[in-house]
């Protein structure tokens, strides 16, 4: 389905956008990185976003994509936001979120050829 892909494509954008944001820091430094800080948590929230909003037929056919667990940590920094554990954003921006980039990229390239490459779905 053409809008999974755009979902996807968001996706894979906010992972790249997360692997700028991290650059230059390190989980003991990201405490004093307010900007960068929240702008991970954007998007994290992103992420979490758009899987809530792919299809439940896409996901079915990807159960190796943890979509609920993504999820329900983004509910968790928007309606949360007061107890975010920070090192647990570094986990998750730095260590999981590239995993699931190149899942992405994998499916964007194998199921949506055209929309891999950044072109128009």
């Known amino acids: 389905m053409r809008r999974d892909a755009l979902y996807l494509r968001d996706i894979l954008e906010a992972v790249h956008d997360l692997e700028e944001f991290a650059s230059g820091l390190s989980a003991g430094t990201l405490a004093e990185a307010r900007m960068a800080r929240w702008a991970m948590v954007q998007r994290l929230t992103t992420i979490g976003e758009a899987t809530a909003r ?27 936001y007061f107890g975010i554990r920070w090192e647990r954003v570094w986990e998750a921006a730095v260590e999981e979120a590239p995993a699931l980039g190149r899942q992405i990229a994998h499916i964007l390239e194998s199921e949506f050829r055209e929309d891999s490459t950044g072109g128009n779905p």
């Open 54 to 80: 792919v299809s439940e037929e896409f996901r079915n056919r990807h159960p190796e994509i943890p979509w609920a667990r993504i999820t329900a940590f983004r509910n968790i920094l928007v309606h949360a």
